[in-house]
């Protein structure tokens, strides 16, 4: 097989894995996708993967989180030596309350990750999502959902739905990730192709 064919594979397996070891909570699996110092970015932490991996364990241990689950969707993967770039379209599917209201809220969004070759495996070094769209329903069709229209208004565009929702539980949101077709997604982009190619 291709090198760089089997590189490739080994890429998507990894994206494959986060998602459902981070669903299934597998902790000791996610951390095996991350490389030493990797950083993550979400609407509710900017830092390390290892700081992720503590909060995302903390949460678990709150019967009464919500709960999520990341749909994989397909990758495009550029390989240089041992430096890689991979896009993979995501759908993340949260239950959560609004007060006590059951609602699904359903995010689009890209994971844009940088991966590195460490002790010869592939792992991911900096993820940035990048946000399209999302949108909140009541998981009961005839209940009446009704926002705080302030509160909305003050939350980034295509991330506005699960950030309320987070928002309403205390978490900092972030407000400042990168949203779909942006300038700062071409900067995104050129930016890691600079790195790529370096």
């Known amino acids: 097989m291709d ?28 951390r095996s996708c991350y490389a030493p110092n990797a950083t993550v970015k979400t609407t509710w932490l900017v830092g390390s993967a290892e700081e992720f991996i503590a909060a995302s364990m903390k949460a678990s241990e709150n019967p009464n989180a919500a709960t999520s689950l990341h749909s ?13 770039l991979a896009e993979t379209r995501i759908v993340l599917m949260v239950r959560a309350f609004v007060t006590d209201i059951e609602v699904d809220v359903t995010v689009w969004c890209r994971f844009f990750d940088r991966f590195v070759k460490y002790q010869g495996a592939w792992c991911i070094a900096r993820r940035d999502p990048i946000h399209e769209k999302d949108r909140m329903d009541p998981v009961d069709p005839t209940v009446i959902l009704q926002l705080d229209d302030n ?10 739905h699960i950030t309320y929702v987070q928002s309403l539980n205390g978490a900092v949101i ?25």
Do not use: F, M
């Open 3 to 30: 090198s760089q064919v089997s590189d490739i594979q080994a890429i998507e397996q990894v994206v494959r894995r986060w998602g459902l070891y981070r669903d299934t909570r597998q902790w000791d699996g996610l």
């Open 72 to 84: 994989i969707g397909a990758s495009c993967i550029e390989v240089s030596g041992d430096k890689a």
């Open 151 to 160: 509160r909305l208004a003050k939350l980034p565009k295509a991330y506005r």
């Open 174 to 198: 972030t407000l400042d990730l990168v949203q779909h077709n942006s300038p700062e997604q071409k900067l995104l982009y050129q930016q890691a192709q600079e790195w790529l190619n370096h």
